[in-house]
């Protein structure tokens, strides 16, 4: 009954236009005033502890990160250092694309600020070149949903969180499955680029490359710094976000001198709004984790699964075909919010582990960013790209298919996740 008028009430609130963030506190409060127990202190105080979390501060930093890398020149050097190794190939252009997606990635753990700098850099450059508008603007979404996961990732804060599961472990679980999601895309668009008869860019010449590896290598040095300092333990993630905020900075001020004050100012006040909407999202939705707790919708949701619980496998392709079909109508961080409380006790109870549970979890909340009708990175593409939402639709397709096939083989075979998660630790 519990579950039933918590999903209901949650569906009803949105449909109705209102706010995920509300609807999710709303559906915690249905929950109080069922089993009778509803106070306003109650709803204040967890809201309060939604927000009052250490970890959370490296969203904002992450964030701010990125929005420095952008402003600052790190996002242009990283394609056109790509653009000299690879941009020749045919194709080429889609290649630098991908490899500067993964590179992008583990910059700024965000997919709407990558796909974003991706696709105002590369589609026109692909456009006139000759490709196919719709496989570009598909192939940058495609590339774009890397970044959360690949460290650093705000998906794997919020989870982490959420999960009350070491951040540095789900980062690290993370490395590999974000390079096979790169590897897949190399495949898709060696398929896809043979049917274009697009123009050949000449090949650079390798004094050249070398020249313009060296202006890329400022950028390059950031995920060494991050991925390196939580390996050896020289940082948390909260203090790696820091770092990596002051190392944009630095790079994009001193290095290559293309933030001023000016920028800076509007890095920040981009920065302070898109932290506002997950922090609000963070601290409403601790309400219904908590309701979610007292009325055990976990154990009922459990009790429906019971069948299939010395199945791992089933169970995990069935959590996973949920959560697919609900990233056609949520949006990423609601998704993560909402079914992690669910899920997992679910998972422990089945002997799962929770880390390698978290990635295929994240990857799977990245694909729903890119299938319609919400699919918010396919609106940032449509519209950086000037194509319309159909046309991004159908030129995500083919990418769409190779990162769902590299989700099945991660469900299929744990240890491509596992081993490497535990020669990193």
Aim: proline share 5%; hydrophobic share 60%.
């Amino acid at each position: 009954m519990s579950a039933a008028l918590f999903i209901g009430t949650l569906l009803s609130l949105i449909a109705l236009g209102l706010p995920i963030a509300f609807a999710l506190m709303f559906a915690g409060v249905a929950l109080m005033l069922l089993i009778g127990q509803f106070d306003s202190q109650i709803v204040v105080q967890n809201a309060i502890a939604g927000a009052d979390n250490f970890v959370l501060m490296a969203v904002p930093f992450f964030i701010l990160a990125g929005e420095f890398m952008n402003a600052g020149g790190l996002s242009k050097r990283i394609v056109e250092m790509a653009s000299a190794f690879v941009g020749h190939l045919r194709g080429g252009l889609g290649y630098v694309a991908i490899f500067a997606a993964i590179l992008l990635a583990s910059l700024s753990g965000s997919a709407v600020a990558d796909t974003a700098a991706l696709a105002a850099i590369l589609v026109p450059m692909m456009r006139q070149a000759g490709y196919n508008p719709e496989r570009a603007c598909g192939l940058m979404a495609a590339g774009g949903i890397i970044a959360p996961v690949i460290p650093p990732s705000i998906g794997f804060l919020i989870f982490g969180v959420v999960a009350n599961l070491s951040i540095t472990r789900l980062f690290l679980a993370g490395i590999v499955p974000g390079i096979l999601m790169g590897a897949a895309l190399v495949i898709a668009w060696w398929i896809v680029a043979r049917r274009q008869n697009a123009a050949l860019t000449p090949r650079v010449p390798w004094p050249r490359r070398l020249v313009l590896l060296g202006r890329g290598g400022w950028a390059l040095m950031l995920p060494v710094i991050i991925i390196g300092g939580l390996r050896f333990g020289i940082f948390t993630p909260t203090e790696a976000a820091v770092v990596a905020a002051a190392y944009a900075l630095f790079v994009g001020a001193v290095v290559y001198r293309e933030l001023d004050w000016r920028t800076i100012y509007h890095c920040l006040l981009t920065t302070a709004r898109t932290t506002s909407v997950v922090l609000l999202l963070a601290s409403l939705a601790m309400v219904a984790s908590y309701m979610i707790t007292i009325t055990d919708i976990s154990g009922q949701v459990g009790g429906w699964l019971q069948s299939l619980s010395d199945h791992p496998l089933v169970l995990l392709t069935a959590m996973m075909a949920v959560v697919f079909f609900a990233g056609m109508v949520l949006d990423f961080i609601p998704i993560v919010l909402i079914f992690t409380p669910v899920f997992l006790p679910i998972v422990k109870a089945a002997d799962i582990d929770p880390i390698y549970f978290g990635v295929i979890f994240i990857m799977n909340c990245s694909i729903g960013m890119i299938t319609p009708p919400v699919g918010v990175v396919l609106n940032v593409v449509s519209s950086v790209g000037k194509v319309t939402m159909s046309q991004a639709t159908r030129g995500i397709l083919p990418f769409l298919f190779a990162l769902l096939v590299v989700l099945i083989l991660l469900i299929l075979f744990p240890a491509l996740v596992t081993v490497p998660a535990e020669w990193w630790r």
